[in-house]
């Protein structure tokens, strides 16, 4: 295990500000960030009204869907714990999987995953889905675009990512594991209480986020007005680390891949939560993605917006960042 201190510029605005970063990278080559203990306010109390002014391209009704953002309740983060400093990158994954024998799951079951194809037409489909699937031709090593090793994986399954934290953990000592749904917050707003650590203005995100831009948009023209105005470089996903890191030291935090957490989802859960460590509900039926991806508009890649899949549903968008407990 190497242990290195990185000292990071952090552009915010036109003032600049020097932290150390404290950064651990294991045996696959993923770095890790010492993030402290501490507590915050997590979820969002903005009313529809509010929301609907500030993202006046939607359609009114998807703002009263977003109950379970709410009560606005207080967090104590009761450990300090090592937030993976990016997404899981392809070849991490690659390595794990040579390393291990695992086989997962969007080939073991040979339905395959969801992938881009440009002469496919979401229109002729019944769903309506942006991206072809299941189809046994797509999977983590082909989400229909071309990746580097550098990029984020996607395509992968929550099972997948358990499979991962777990032959890490046996392997390194060490106990890897998912973020619960509370630490995957804390460590996005960074200190923040703004709808993305950026702040408020969506607009913001082309500087500091691979999400649904002009660009991306050349490629699903229909959904042109919600993109973000301007290029961020790039029409699918980035090398990970493309864009500037939060206050401390994450990077993608919002965008370029959705990322997995532990919790099952609960429509309820916030109001019941306790505010120690809270692990989401002991049971339920879908797990929680957070932080919005490369063609997620940009009023779903906010801090507090949380969506949800069953744990074997592997797709174009979705991919995996790990916790290292101290």
Not at 111 to 119: L, Q, V
Not at 273 to 282: E, N, R
Not at 312 to 326: H, N, W
């Amino acid at each position: 295990m190497k242990r290195c201190l990185l000292i990071l510029c952090l552009v915010m605005g036109c003032a600049a500000q020097a932290s150390e970063i404290e950064v651990v990278r294991n045996s696959l080559g993923m770095a890790f960030v010492k993030l402290p203990a501490g507590e915050f306010m997590m979820g969002s109390d903005e009313t529809p009204e509010t929301l609907a002014a500030a993202y006046p391209q939607l359609p009114k009704e998807r703002f009263a869907k977003l109950g379970d953002e709410g009560p606005v309740h207080r967090v104590r983060i009761t450990r300090s714990f090592w937030m993976g400093q990016h997404e899981v990158t392809v070849g991490q994954f690659r390595r794990f999987v040579e390393a291990s024998g695992y086989v997962p799951e969007s080939i073991a079951d040979g339905t395959g995953g969801y992938g881009w194809r440009a002469d496919y037409d979401p229109a002729t489909t019944k769903r309506g889905d942006a991206f072809e699937g299941r189809d046994p031709r797509y999977s983590w090593r082909n989400p229909g675009f071309a990746q580097g090793d550098d990029h984020p994986v996607v395509n992968v399954t929550w099972n997948d990512a358990q499979a991962l934290a777990a032959w890490l953990s046996k392997s390194e000592g060490k106990r890897y594991r998912l973020p619960t749904e509370a630490e995957w917050e804390y460590a996005c707003r960074a200190g923040t209480r703004t709808r993305y650590s950026t702040g408020d203005d969506p607009q913001a995100l082309v500087r500091a986020a691979n999400v649904f831009d002009a660009r991306t948009a050349t490629h699903w023209p229909r959904w042109q007005s919600m993109a973000l105005k301007g290029d961020d470089g790039f029409a699918f996903t980035a090398p990970v680390g493309s864009f500037a890191p939060n206050a401390w030291g994450l990077y993608d935090m919002h965008g370029n891949a959705w990322e997995w957490v532990a919790d099952w989802h609960g429509e309820e859960y916030y109001a019941a939560s306790p505010v120690d460590d809270p692990q989401g509900p002991a049971t339920g039926e879908v797990r929680v993605r957070r932080g919005g991806s490369w063609h997620t508009w940009p009023f779903y890649a906010r801090a507090a917006y949380r969506n949800w899949n069953a744990p074997d549903t592997r797709y174009t968008l979705v991919g995996i960042r790990l916790v290292r407990e101290e």
